[in-house]
């Protein structure tokens, strides 16, 4: 028997509870992972308040990652005790996630725990810092280097953004952030590593289809208008990581930024990224994040607490991370 937050759904009403789940209802999988902690994102709020279609079948284990040793194992890759991550391949939405005690998983999922980084380590990065890890490395790739000039991050406060600031500064880059965000945010942006705060009203203009060269690179978490404002300003040659549609599908742009300057929209998706590129951006985070990243504002908090935290967190009242001790 293990411990885990159930969502069901009674007449379109999403019901919560804390149920001792037997072994045998476990979900499909090759590999039992014993989760240490897994982490309370704005997607979890919105399943667990049933405020956003999040879950697609029921009844649902929410929890869009985790951390934890492996229990049992029928893949030569792992052997019990082993310390893992898994971020995305659905869980918590079409297969059972991180807001249990116990997990039942496919082994291709699964990342092996870089050594200096513990299970609740893992969890204060999440799926924001290897989605944010995952737009650095594509930068520069694409030969994006910090002698060439600022990197603006937009959305610079949420998850993605924040951690993408601290990554930019440790490589060396200056970095631009976009935040309408309090002066605490602000404050604790620019303790991240962030050069200089531009106010997200100056990108309320819609974008002329080509403006004043600015940025050598840049990692968009918004999408939309800002996306759109954000290739026009782009420096020749350069690029963009974008990760986000926080702001909408649709791209109200032209082609004239890829055709005149050579500019580079280069997408990321961490929920289906190749398991190499999973374990090459672990391994970074591990080596790149200071220690000073891990004192920044954390919730630690136990599986009854979340249905509260779900739903202050979807009315924008959480700053910092939120983990769930298991």
Request: hydrophobic letters at 45%; glycine letters at 10%.
């Amino acid at each position: 028997m293990f411990k885990a937050l159930l969502l069901d759904q009674v007449d379109n009403v999403t019901r919560v509870s804390i149920e001792d789940i037997d072994d045998i209802q476990l979900a499909s999988g090759n590999v039992v992972v014993d989760i240490d902690y897994s982490s309370l994102n704005y997607k979890d709020g919105l399943a667990i308040t049933g405020k956003g279609k999040i879950i697609r079948n029921f009844p649902m284990v929410p929890g869009i990652d985790f951390s934890g040793r492996v229990a049992e194992s029928s893949d030569s890759r792992f052997k019990t005790g082993d310390s893992v991550v898994l971020t995305g391949w659905g869980v918590g939405e079409t297969h059972w996630g991180g807001m249990a005690e116990k997990a039942c998983v496919n082994a291709d999922w699964l990342v092996p725990l870089p050594d200096n980084l513990d299970a609740k380590k893992t969890m204060m990065i999440g799926t924001a810092g290897l989605t944010a890890m995952l737009c650095v490395d594509v930068l520069i790739e694409a030969g994006v280097a910090p002698e060439q000039g600022e990197i603006l991050v937009t959305g610079a406060s949420g998850g993605v953004g924040s951690v993408a600031v601290t990554l930019l500064a440790q490589l060396g880059y200056q970095v631009v952030v976009l935040s309408g965000r309090s002066e605490e945010n602000r404050a604790l942006l620019t303790r991240l590593g962030a050069s200089r705060i531009i106010d997200r009203s100056a990108f309320e203009e819609p974008a002329k289809p080509l403006e004043k060269q600015c940025w050598a690179g840049a990692v968009d978490t918004v999408g939309s208008h800002v996306l759109a404002k954000l290739l026009a300003q782009m420096q020749y040659g350069g690029a963009v990581s974008a990760c986000g549609l926080a702001g909408g599908f649709d791209l109200p742009t032209t082609v004239m930024p890829f055709i005149l300057r050579g500019v580079k929209l280069l997408g990321v998706d961490s929920v289906m990224c190749p398991i190499q590129k999973r374990q090459k951006a672990w391994t970074r985070l591990s080596e790149l994040l200071p220690d000073s990243f891990y004192q920044q504002a954390c919730r630690e908090i136990e599986l009854k607490d979340v249905p509260a935290y779900a739903e202050a967190i979807t009315q924008g009242k959480v700053t910092g991370r939120v983990v769930i001790k298991l």
